[in-house]
């Protein structure tokens, strides 16, 4: 029964070259589910235990992992194909010119497979980081894929954004600045207005704010003279990277607010045309008399 044979083939001269019997098939699946065995007792409980002990961030045991289990992977495969019977050195040169082909068809798959490999290993952006894609979209990484990451953004929405992406484009990782980052709110004011005063009242807004950092401490400064305002900058330091665009939201409230009660004046753009005289108007000339 060990012996039946599933497929059979023939070399050039007609000769037996090899054959799939069950005894293969079986041993295949025995070194698939070894393998499967072998890789959860190794992450789920030794280097489990190796991460608590050392205390590795979550980024890292999701690069180690998903490094160990391509590389075990890839040897498994490699030894179900010769359990089935087949020659390596004989499949790898009969596919050498198709496998050309495919890669030529799948450039840019194969591109994304590559940069992720480099993702786990340089550890740029890792599972936990909050990036900002090209755009200004802004999400959490969820989850690095051997050809594509997801990210959940701050609507809560999944998207997936191929690993080329993150590598061959500029991206923001936001939890790679010492977990603080500083941030602007422009400000434009009426000519005329108190600059001390509107100085002291947006670093009150900003002190005042729950998610600003009292150290670093707010700024202001005072950027320009600008076509219809003084053009001001509040610069502030926050940790929280995810909710920034809500947390300068509720800044600006706070700062209209703030004029309001100070009767500082918010201008918009105005011109003043100046003009120095009309021109005459020409008087229209006489209609021609007939002649009798």
Not at 55 to 77: C, E, H, P, W
Not at 116 to 129: A, P
Not at 230 to 249: G, Q
Request: with cysteine; hydrophobic share 45%.
């Amino acid at each position: 029964m060990a012996e039946y044979s599933f497929f059979n083939w023939n070399d050039s001269q007609g000769n037996l070259a090899g054959k799939i019997t069950v005894l293969h098939v079986l041993r295949a699946i025995a070194i698939f589910y070894a393998f499967r065995l072998f890789l959860k007792v190794l992450t789920g409980y030794f280097l489990r235990s190796y991460y608590t002990r050392t205390k590795i961030d979550v980024g890292s045991q999701f690069a180690i992992n998903r490094l160990l289990t391509y590389l075990i992977y890839l040897i498994g495969v490699l030894l179900i194909v010769q359990a089935m019977g087949f020659d390596l050195l004989v499949i790898w040169t009969g596919a050498a010119a198709l496998l050309v082909g495919i890669g030529i068809g799948l450039q840019q798959t194969f591109n994304d497979l590559i940069c992720g490999v480099i993702i786990l290993f340089e550890r740029s952006v890792k599972v936990g980081d909050v990036v900002e894609l090209t755009g200004h979209q802004v999400g959490t990484v969820r989850k690095v894929g051997a050809r594509t990451s997801v990210l959940e953004t701050r609507d809560d929405i999944i998207i997936f954004v191929p690993n080329s992406k993150l590598i061959g484009e500029n991206v923001t990782n936001w939890s790679q600045v010492s977990r603080i980052a500083r941030f602007h709110v422009p400000v434009g004011v009426a000519y005329g207005s108190d600059t001390k005063l509107v100085q002291e009242t947006l670093l009150k807004v900003a002190k005042d704010h729950r998610s600003v950092l009292s150290s670093p401490a707010p700024s202001v400064r005072f950027l320009q003279f600008g076509d219809s305002s003084l053009d001001f900058d509040l610069l502030f330091y926050s940790r929280d990277f995810l909710r920034i665009e809500d947390v300068k939201s509720d800044i600006r409230f706070k700062i209209d607010e703030a004029f309001r009660a100070g009767k500082i004046e918010v201008p918009f753009p105005q011109r003043d045309l100046w003009i120095k005289g009309f021109p005459k108007a020409t008087a229209p000339a006489a209609p021609a008399k007939e002649e009798e």
